[in-house]
């Protein structure tokens, strides 16, 4: 059934982007306005301080679901079924974005690094099995490398992904790094309960999967003074949390922002807060703009 739903949440988009909004052919359902208005707005101005750069990080938790309930409540919000996933990733593709793992981010602001124009990471988190069953074919599709930040004690279990799975996405070129090991608040853990979180899931990576994780995710982007050291003494170089737009302070790579994906929400609120949109592009033909 969720294959049966692509083509006709796609459609809107793929008409919107192979003709623009002036080419609607008679019985077709027109295009988003709301999505034309906002994809072909100027790009916003932001006022950069020394340093600071623009790298949109979005976060992702459950993917591939219709609808998403626990205790009679709707976590939907957490929930980007495939089709829009898709159609997300389509349209960055179009707006000439280049996805880069968190842990090249890291590089980048280190200096070691240099990122490709229109940078932007995709992440995912707590390991959930839909990541593999669902995002990661899409994602293999359009030829994008993501973040997954597994919570290493929950890996296995039902629900979530395996380490063959894990080892399977590792090898086509994903980042698999640390969301702690309980997905403990470490805002409230003490120093001693978040190192065993902090680097006590990085051991398990590494033996597990061989791989020397760089990216942490803050479980709950909860984060209190004190963690960066542990982070840094543990091995990593660089974390994320919530909290927002894309620009990040090199000063603060142990709390980079990340943009939540919200699975409620249309195409449109997710372009709206790109910093880099179709203007200028062929999806913004002058003529189309101008019949605005
Ligand atoms: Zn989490």
Redesign the pocket.
């Known amino acids: 059934m969720r294959s049966l739903s692509v083509p006709f949440v796609l459609f809107p988009l793929v008409l919107l982007l192979t003709t623009g909004a002036g080419g609607v052919a008679a019985g077709e359902p027109p295009p988003d306005p709301l999505l034309h208005r906002h994809l072909c707005a100027p790009d916003p101005v932001y006022s950069l301080k020394e340093g600071e750069v623009l790298i949109p990080i979005l976060m992702y938790?459950f993917v591939g679901r219709e609808t998403l309930e626990r205790d009679g409540h709707s976590l939907s919000r957490f929930n980007v079924t495939a089709a829009d996933l898709e159609a997300q990733l389509l349209l960055l593709q179009r707006l000439g974005y280049h996805p880069v793992t968190v842990g090249e981010i890291a590089a980048a602001l280190e200096g070691k690094a240099t990122l490709p124009d229109r940078p932007i990471a995709l992440t995912f988190?707590?390991g959930w099995r839909e990541q593999y069953d669902v995002a990661f074919p899409i994602l293999r599709r359009y030829g994008i490398r993501a973040t997954f930040?597994v919570?290493t004690s929950f890996i296995g279990y039902p629900r979530f992904m395996t380490w063959e799975e894990l080892a399977e996405m590792r090898d086509a070129g994903m980042e698999i790094a640390s969301?702690g090991r309980k997905?403990v608040d470490l805002a409230e853990a003490d120093d001693r309960e978040a190192w065993r979180e902090i680097a006590g899931s990085r051991e398990v990576l590494e033996e597990k999967l061989g791989v020397s994780a760089v990216s942490f995710?803050y479980?709950?982007n909860a984060y209190r003074k004190g963690l960066p050291a542990l982070l840094e003494r543990a091995g990593y170089q660089v974390a994320v949390g919530g909290g927002g737009g894309p620009v990040q302070r090199p000063e603060r790579r142990y709390y980079l922002r990340r943009m939540e994906v919200n699975g409620l929400q249309p195409l449109w609120t997710l372009v709206s807060r790109l910093p880099w949109r179709g203007a200028g592009t062929s999806l913004c033909l002058p003529e189309v703009e101008g019949a605005q």
């Open positions: 938790h988190d707590d930040f919570s969301h997905h995710a479980p709950y």
